[in-house]
């Protein structure tokens, strides 16, 4: 990008030449075996243009200016590098960034300034300029807040290029014709696509043609979300060839951080063609149904839920002789009320079961504590009281708007329903959401769903066919099982967390592309210590991975504890925000605090998981008496700090309560973690 025109065209000839012959000659061209095996480079000029190539693809790695005083041999080595030197310390103990001397960063200046002139080669928009052209420091570009994270990216690329084995393990952009790269530099096309790896591709068209819907699975980072938008452009060749051009589909995330992610990789992958796709949360879809059928429902908070349930259960008159009554109400006073919410939700509302018969005889799956037939009926008339309370109010809850939704289309009053319809993350969606999105497609073979059960934080799981007759997947399953997210080192250490509160067991093959550090956990005793063990280690990885602060960011148990972290944050000087799943702007480059749940789907180079100090996830489990109960829920929350682990791309920081007796904040392995007190 910021070559001057002249020196464009010489490289542009020599990308042809590789083209058409990418094998060493002993000149221009030459094996760099002494450096890595695959590795070679080509001259232009005064330039070092450094590639790998494997039949059909030649990749090209990195282009370098060789001053008049250095020597081929030595630019090759400079080009290498090694990898991150501070970061890459494997035997456990006190990182140097620990000791409080490292509060004083050294200063590195930056190798040359930042003109207008360079900015505008970079194609950065002016309106930047007068922000960026005083910086003089990597830490000043590192840590500059009002300029946008991607901006600042470019920038830190060009000034200090990346060590050859972190280029490496970027992953790789496919180009179809080479004048692309020039109408990239030229700012007409505005990103490349990513190359999948041939099992991804397989999967892309995986089934289209088979009887029934598809179901991909794999681990947190496998490219499951990546497959089903491609799937999407594959859906629309498809389509397209059987003349159709009045194309429907719908893909829907399950929070809204992920739709506007997704319609940003849509928007490049077709072009054009977006205009055939919708996409929305699943949520959003049903609401939208709902008021087009002429309901506009007045949905209630989580809170006021609780607050009605709470009610419910004091007035309702439980039947039977003296000593049922007796029975039942000792039942719902045993369980949490977090329990019996997700009891009437997940099995009774989600399900639709609309007699006390139904839920009599109806499975449970994943429901770890066993309800026989009195304790169902107390269930029963709890939740009919609550369901009393909520029409005098003229309220309902999302369960049932889903449900109301799904009703509304299985009757036949929607007629315009979509040619195919892609599901993202699954493994939360309610049933009865679910069911919706089945009977919105046209073609049970038209729809596609992703889903990763260890990553299920909000219910227990379910099976497939329970939830509908039509998501049966028998032949048309398939796993995934590189992950190319994550390192190796954050990917089995995060693996070897959970393991208790696995609910699938399937993926006992696990590849990565990506090495790294050993991920660190620390106890700390108080709200200082935490700080200033957030603030080195975002420090330093910021600097070792030349990353600004967008690439980072802290996940937290509580909006509460979200908040204190992200003022503490600034106070000391590193910009951080806390920011709701609903108020999430993936592209600021300030630090991004947000909740453990709200991360789903989303990922970060750099990330901490902090905030558990006050937390009642390592002073109290929530009021229960049975041992099924607590089970069930440790694996929940198990799974959660899981989905916040493996969102992390390099490096991974986890801050826990020295104290803290909860299961929750123990199962790290000096095997997989870094720990220290
Ligand atoms: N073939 C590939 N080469 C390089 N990077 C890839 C490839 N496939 C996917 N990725 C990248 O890996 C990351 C994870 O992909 P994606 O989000 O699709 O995974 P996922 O399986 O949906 O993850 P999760 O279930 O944890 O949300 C993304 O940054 C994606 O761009």
Redesign the pocket.
């Known amino acids: 990008m910021a070559l001057p025109p002249k020196e464009v065209q010489q490289i542009h000839e020599k990308i042809k030449l590789l083209e058409y012959d990418p094998t060493p000659d002993a000149k221009v061209k030459k094996q760099l075996k002494h450096l890595h095996p695959r590795l070679h480079r080509i001259r232009s000029g005064k330039y070092r243009l450094f590639y790998t190539f494997e039949k059909p693809y030649i990749s090209l790695l990195a282009l370098r200016r060789r001053d008049d005083d250095t020597y081929d041999e030595e630019i090759d080595a400079e080009f290498l590098g090694g990898l991150i030197p501070e970061l890459r310390i494997a035997q456990p103990g006190v990182h140097s960034w620990e000791a409080p001397a490292s509060d004083e960063p050294a200063v590195t200046r930056l190798p040359q300034p930042i003109t207008a002139e360079l900015l505008a080669r970079l194609q950065i928009p002016e309106e930047h300029f007068a922000r960026l052209t005083p910086l003089q420091t990597e830490d000043d570009l590192l840590n500059c807040p009002d300029v946008p994270a991607q901006i600042l990216d470019t920038v830190l690329e060009y000034m200090f290029p990346r060590p050859i084995q972190q280029v490496m393990q ?3 952009l496919q180009v179809q014709h080479l004048d692309d790269l020039l109408r990239f530099k030229e700012g007409e096309l505005i990103g490349f696509l ?4 041939p099992e ?1 591709e397989k999967y892309v068209t995986w089934g289209m043609k088979a009887s029934g819907p598809t179901l991909l699975k ?12 491609y799937r999407v452009r594959a859906l629309i060749a498809e389509l397209r060839k059987q003349g159709r051009d009045d194309i429907r589909i719908l893909f829907t995330t399950y929070t809204n951080a992920l739709v506007n992610s997704s319609l940003q990789l849509l928007e490049q992958l077709l072009g054009e063609d977006r205009r055939f796709v919708e996409v929305q949360t699943a949520d959003r879809v049903a609401i939208t149904l709902l008021s087009q059928a002429g309901s506009a429902p007045h949905i209630l908070g989580d809170s006021e839920i609780n607050t009605l349930l709470r009610q419910a259960i004091q007035q309702t008159r439980f039947d039977g002789s003296e000593q049922q009554q007796q029975s039942q109400r000792q039942t719902i006073e045993q369980m949490s009320l977090d329990y019996l919410l997700q009891e009437i939700n997940q099995v009774i509302v989600a399900r639709q079961l609309h007699t006390l018969k139904d839920y009599l005889s109806a499975a449970r799956p994943g429901r770890k504590l066993p309800l026989r037939g009195i304790q169902r009926r107390a269930v029963w008339s709890v939740f009919e009281t609550l369901q009393q309370s909520l029409s005098r109010q003229g309220k309902i809850t999302w369960r049932q708007a889903r449900a109301m939704a799904e009703a509304y289309v299985a009757q036949g009053a929607y007629t315009r329903l979509y040619d195919a319809v892609i599901v ?2 699954a493994q939360d969606l309610d049933p009865s959401a679910l069911r919706l999105l089945v009977h919105l497609c046209k073609q049970s073979n038209r729809l596609f769903i ?1 889903a ?1 059960a260890n ?1 299920s934080i909000y219910g227990s799981g379910f099976n497939w066919s329970d939830v509908h007759q039509d998501l049966k997947f028998q032949g048309r399953t398939a796993i ?1 099982h ?4 994550s390192t190796r080192e954050i990917g089995e250490a995060a693996q070897n967390y959970l393991a208790e509160g696995a609910l699938d067991t399937d993926n006992e093959e696990r590849l990565y ?1 990506n090495n790294g550090p050993q991920p660190i956990m620390r106890r700390i005793q108080d709200q200082h210590q935490q700080l200033q063990l957030l603030v080195s280690f975002f420090r330093q990885a910021r600097s070792a991975y030349r990353m600004s602060s967008g690439a980072c960011a802290v996940l937290c148990p509580t909006i509460k504890a979200g908040r204190a972290i992200a003022e503490a944050l600034s106070q000391q000087g590193l910009e951080a925000t806390f920011m709701t799943g609903q108020e999430l702007d993936l592209k600021r480059s300030c630090i991004k605090v947000i909740t453990l749940r709200s991360a ?4 970060f180079p750099i990330v901490a998981l902090a905030g558990f100090l006050d937390s009642a996830w390592h002073t109290t489990m929530p009021h229960t008496s049975s041992d099924e109960e607590r089970e069930e829920y440790l694996s929940l929350e198990r799974r959660t700090m899981f ?1 916040g682990m ?2 992390a ?1 390099r490096a991974l920081l986890v801050v826990t309560p020295q104290d803290s007796t909860s299961p929750l904040m123990q199962g790290f392995d000096r095997q997989y973690w870094n720990i220290a007190e």
């Open positions: 970027q992953p790789d990513l190359r999948l790896s991804q794999g681990l947190p980072g496998t490219g499951k979300s990546t497959i089903a938008l993202d993350e992703t990763d990553q995934l590189a992950n190319y997210r592309v789903k789907g989303l990922e989905v493996t969102r791309m």
